[in-house]
């Protein structure tokens, strides 16, 4: 089981609520999933955000005490590129200990049309296609790296949200 981790609201909010039914200024989560939060600024508009939690399980060789490195790409299934400055860009995780080569990035319509590409692992989407912010909606996306010297491909969606 992984160690539960612990998520704080950094803006001043009131009338909280968490997707977990919580109403305090923070969680407690031990399950990957999307958690959400609302809550109204000082202004009384409504606000929210979420966050992607994906915990890893990580192999401890008991005999060396070392933990080996396990190279990975990750990527969140949702992104929200509304200007609040959370979750602008849909973008990779990577272990940062592992080198990243060969990477590409491209995503896909629903129409299976080719709306963003990206050779470098620190430039994501936007939201935007020719000069347009893009529908709410799931896109498909398809990623290749070598890491660590290993090719790997990796497919998936995302849900753009405003």
Request: glycine share 8%.
């Amino acid at each position: 089981m992984p160690h539960p981790l612990f998520y704080f609201l950094t803006a001043t909010l009131t009338d909280i609520e968490w997707s977990t039914g919580s109403t305090a200024n923070e969680i407690e989560v031990s399950a990957d999933g999307i958690y959400f939060v609302s809550g109204s600024d000082d202004c009384g508009i409504l606000q929210t955000d979420s966050i992607v939690v994906d915990f890893i399980d990580c192999e401890i060789d008991t005999t060396t005490n070392e933990n080996p490195i396990t190279c990975f790409i990750q990527f969140p299934n949702a992104f929200s590129p509304d200007g609040d400055g959370f979750n602008e860009i849909f973008n990779p995780v990577a272990n940062q200990l592992c080198l990243v080569e060969n990477y590409q990035l491209q995503i896909y319509s629903r129409w299976g049309e080719l709306i963003f590409s990206s050779n470098d692992i620190n430039i994501g989407w936007n939201g935007i296609y020719k000069n347009t912010p893009q529908e709410l909606g799931t896109y498909v996306y398809i990623a290749d790296a070598t890491l660590g010297g290993m090719d790997m491909q990796q497919t998936g969606t995302v849900t753009l949200v405003r």
